[in-house]
């Protein structure tokens, strides 16, 4: 009898645990380039070329879990935890946090849900797909666009999908004691969908952390707009506005960047992809006051080749007038391209793989 019992309380296990279905993914990316730059700052003023292995081209590398678990009702637990990494090094990315890129976990019901934990900012996500190169690592002003802080710590977000329809806001706690406000972060954006057109807007704000009992703050805003001019063909364009508060070397105080970009599917496994950037700088911070430079812009060019579902070979160039790669000589600490003092201009080319698991 016992054995009975036992044996039925498994079968009532399994049924509550079959009921309750939950799912675990691995997911990655990896993906490396053999890459040419010119003009790199090194020894002395003028520019050095530089040809090396670099991770991340089309997507930077990384390995994540994403999960659910069926509540009932409609309802669902959900997290995710994402590792950025160099392929190249084998070095954690994000100041080689363990799960740098993302880790939060939610509630999900219907079309609505909340989480909470490090995530990406509001205007990040509803820009994503009004960028020219899907935030490519090479050669797209993903900072430039987004911000150095395009995720941030101790983040609540609500979002939801709507149809045609996608909004979302997000407050980040400061956690700074004595201050509601220093620390803190906030933003919110949509992205609309209609036939063969899109509209998406967004805006961020961060504040600084407390100094001398003040801090300062940095506000982003973006509009964007698309068009599949033809099935194979899609034309973006997108403004972004700056404010920052935040008194850093070599960094914008104000600009404005513009983008307009064309991707064409040239054949069932060929895309071709063309984006112009320009930043109308107003001024930016130096070491001990604020100027007025030139105003940079970069033309992109790339060939996506895709030999299977998840693994394709590329070729991604870019030349930047006025300015690093990227922009990167307007980013203060975070810049990835060091421009030498004498040069005006940056040119790279990069061949690489991607691999998506």
């Not at 309750?20 to 090194?42: F, H, K, P």
């Not at 993903?142 to 911000?147: D, E, F």
């Not at 801090?215 to 707009?225: D, E, V």
């Amino acid at each position: 009898m016992k054995r009975n019992l036992v044996g039925l309380a498994c079968v009532l296990a399994s049924a509550t645990a079959a009921a309750q279905t939950s799912g675990i993914t691995l997911y990655g990316v990896a993906d490396a380039n053999i890459e040419y730059t010119n003009n790199n700052a090194g020894a002395g003023p003028d520019g050095h070329s530089r040809v090396g292995v670099s991770s991340g081209g089309l997507s930077p590398s990384r390995w994540g879990l994403r999960g659910t678990e069926d509540l009932g009702g409609g309802k669902q637990a959900i997290f995710a935890l994402e590792s950025g990494f160099s392929l190249d090094t084998g070095v954690s990315t994000q100041g080689g946090r363990l799960f740098g890129r993302q880790a939060w976990v939610g509630l999900r019901s219907g079309t609505q849900q909340v989480s909470l934990g490090r995530q990406y900012t509001s205007l990040f996500l509803m820009m994503a797909n009004y960028s020219p190169t899907a935030y490519a690592t090479t050669y797209e002003p993903v900072v430039g666009i987004a911000g150095s802080n395009l995720r941030e710590d101790n983040m609540v977000k609500y979002h939801v999908d709507l149809g045609p329809l996608t909004a979302e806001a997000h407050w980040s706690f400061g956690e700074q004691p004595g201050s509601m406000q220093a620390s803190t972060g906030y933003g919110g954006g949509f992205d609309y969908r209609i036939g063969n057109f899109g509209v998406a807007g967004a805006y961020d704000s961060i504040n600084s952390a407390l100094t001398a009992g003040d801090y300062t703050r940095t506000q982003k805003a973006a509009l964007g707009l698309r068009y599949q001019i033809t099935p194979a063909l899609l034309a973006q364009a997108a403004y972004r506005y700056n404010n920052n508060g935040t008194r850093a070397a070599n960094t914008s105080a104000r600009d404005d960047l513009w983008w307009l970009s064309l991707n064409y599917q040239a054949t069932a496994a060929l895309q071709l992809t063309g984006a112009f950037y320009y930043d109308n700088v107003k001024s930016q911070y130096t070491a001990t006051s604020k100027i007025n430079p030139s105003n940079p812009w970069q033309v992109t060019l790339i060939a996506d080749y895709s030999l299977s579902k998840r693994t394709d070979l590329y070729v991604s160039t870019a030349y930047t007038k006025n300015a690093s790669l990227n922009f990167e000589s307007l980013n203060g600490a975070a810049a990835a391209y060091q421009i030498a003092p004498n040069e005006k201009n940056q040119f790279g080319v990069a061949m690489g793989m991607r691999h998506k698991f």
